[in-house]
């Protein structure tokens, strides 16, 4: 399963509508910049990872008309596209991340200034030795690569969080971070994947999640496709399930770390965090090293989306709130680095005190990371003993 790639042609981006599941599969073909804006937006295709990818391979097809035009005229238009699909969401790093990397790739050398962040005119100025579209096969080389090195990412997680999940273990999750959330096999359901093929005996309580239902609808569907068994609970079930000693662990996905290990994911995380430190559960986080952001230094700096009224008001084509009655509908929340157990990324397990001021400097996926001359492991990160270790412990 393939939540975003390339159409057969590559004159489009392929993605399953997660609106329409799990009643019906459905794929769309995106190919113009307002079909782009609009999936994401609509949700049509979410989670961190896979908006960062559908806005990078969404940035190529929607400039492929303009492939002829004179270098200036092209840039200006790349530039506008760039910051449109950028500020489609605003809460998950990775669609900006992938626009700033779309256009590093074609833009004035000596790379990103030292905030990470870019000035998209700034950067993209007419080159007299490129044709428009040699830079427009540029930037498609460089969304595949994006889409490669995610699905990649999604499998050293998996790896990486193996180790932490028991034979026998019961997990629960919130939202939906598997395959439909980014271009692999996921970030909180890889290492789930890969305790399930290893024989290990894992069963999942998902929590519904609440408004738009990401873990009744998404991830309720991706396991039991892959014949994981899987509970869905009402989001108000989780803390008693809990107390009644029937979780193991909880494992969720990100789309914003800062510096300080602070973690924004889907509304109701924060709560979730709360009863496992509570009731003594680890917690976990899993994400792919495009969601640290080390140029927010806590959780209080990131914005957080806030989505449509009718999201609450409405359910199922019905009203189930009065007309003229106030509704709060923030998509995220903040979770604190204190109430998490460890962070699970490619490049290892983190654990308190978490540092991520330098996670743009850890190298790619199949590389080590490093911070530093000596090739020593990044801010943040201890190595994880290995399963078999632990339990010889």
């Not at 990470?116 to 100025?125: E, I, M």
């Not at 007299?128 to 579209?133: I, L």
């Not at 499998?155 to 180790?163: A, D, F, N, S, V």
């Not at 009863?275 to 986080?285: D, S």
Request: charged share 25%; net charge neutral; glycine share 8%.
């Amino acid at each position: 399963m393939e939540a975003v790639r390339w159409s057969p042609d590559g004159s489009a981006v392929r993605i399953i509508d997660q609106t329409k599941l799990p009643e019906r599969y459905e794929e769309l073909d995106l190919r113009t910049l307002d079909e782009v804006c609009e999936a994401i937006s609509a949700l049509a295709v979410r989670g961190a990872p896979a908006i960062g990818i559908a806005g990078a391979m969404g940035l190529v097809v929607s400039l492929e008309p303009y492939g002829q035009l004179p270098s200036a005229e092209f840039m200006a238009r790349l530039a506008d596209h760039a910051e449109r699909i950028k500020k489609t969401r605003p809460t998950a790093v990775n669609l900006p991340w992938a626009m700033d990397r779309m256009v590093n790739r074609i833009s004035q050398p000596g790379g990103p200034p030292p905030s990470g962040k870019y000035d998209v005119r700034a950067q993209l100025q007419p080159s007299s030795d490129r044709k428009s579209s040699q830079i427009l096969a540029e930037l498609r080389d460089e969304a595949s690569s994006i889409l490669a090195e995610d699905r990649a990412m999604c499998r050293r997680i998996g790896e990486q969080g193996l180790p932490l999940i028991p034979v026998n273990s019961r997990i629960l999750t919130h939202c939906n971070a598997g395959a439909l959330a980014t271009g692999g096999i996921g970030t909180a359901l890889a290492p789930i994947y890969l305790a399930a093929e290893a024989g290990r005996n894992v069963e999942v309580f998902a929590d519904e999640t609440r408004p738009l239902f990401q873990g009744s609808r998404l991830t309720a569907w991706e396991l039991a496709r892959a014949g994981i068994p899987v509970t869905v609970l009402a989001d108000s079930v989780a803390a008693s399930l809990m107390r009644a000693g029937r979780v193991d662990l909880v494992i969720v996905g990100a789309d914003r770390i800062a510096a300080n290990g602070d973690v924004a994911n889907k509304i109701g995380t924060y709560a979730v965090a709360v009863a496992a430190r509570y009731h003594g559960i680890p917690f976990y986080v899993a994400a792919p090293r495009s969601t640290f952001d080390p140029t927010i230094a806590s959780g209080n700096d990131i914005e957080i989306e806030e989505r449509a009224r009718s999201e609450i008001a409405t359910s199922f084509g019905r009203t189930i709130t009065p007309d003229g009655v106030r509704v709060a509908n923030p998509a995220f929340d903040i979770t604190p680095a204190a109430l998490i157990t460890a962070i699970i990324s490619d490049q290892g397990v983190h654990r308190a005190p978490y540092d991520f001021s330098g996670a743009r400097d850890w190298k790619n996926i199949g590389m080590e990371a490093v911070s530093g001359a000596r090739g020593e492991n990044p801010p943040g990160f201890r190595a994880e003993p290995s399963l078999s270790a632990r339990r010889s412990s």
